[in-house]
């Protein structure tokens, strides 16, 4: 998990996220392009970095006030096919109801969008991690002269 961090950090849906140092006061920072350029914002805080099983992390949204927080946990349990990644995303019962992060919708279909948004992520986390896997498989074939491979010799 720690390996790919750097590269998974990078690819997350749409801006990038970037979690510098996974470790419990580390902090999780966002990169928004703007009209000005591209700008760092500082969106989180690590609260728990238990490898290779947890991590927990406040999270705010770029709009979000200073006071204003959510806390993610991400859980990761061997499974047979790999690993089974469990999400939960708590703290929006005291993000105000009219906060321009609820996108205006009710409680049900914000959290109806919260999931599709986090189920993208997940998918899209998969997807690296498995193109990732056949790339290492290839290069570390004998056979191999890939020139790309040169990271896995």
Request: charged share 30%; aromatic share 10%.
């Amino acid at each position: 998990m720690v390996a790919a961090r750097a590269e998974v950090s990078s690819r997350w849906h749409g801006s990038r996220r970037h979690l510098p140092r996974a470790r419990v006061g580390g902090r999780l920072f966002e990169s928004v392009e703007t009209d000005a350029g591209m700008k760092i914002v500082d969106t989180g805080l690590v609260t728990a970095w238990e490898p290779p099983t947890r991590l927990v992390f406040e999270w705010r949204a770029v709009s979000f006030a200073p006071s204003e927080k959510t806390e993610v946990e991400v859980l990761f349990d061997p499974s047979p096919s790999g690993t089974l990644v469990t999400l939960h995303h708590r703290g929006w019962s005291r993000i105000r109801p009219d906060h321009p992060a609820r996108h205006g919708l009710e409680v049900p279909g914000f959290i109806r969008m919260m999931g599709l948004w986090w189920g993208e992520l997940m998918t899209g986390l998969r997807e690296f991690i498995e193109t990732r896997r056949s790339t290492e498989e290839r290069c570390l074939s004998r056979y191999s002269n890939d020139r790309f491979c040169a990271r896995y010799r």
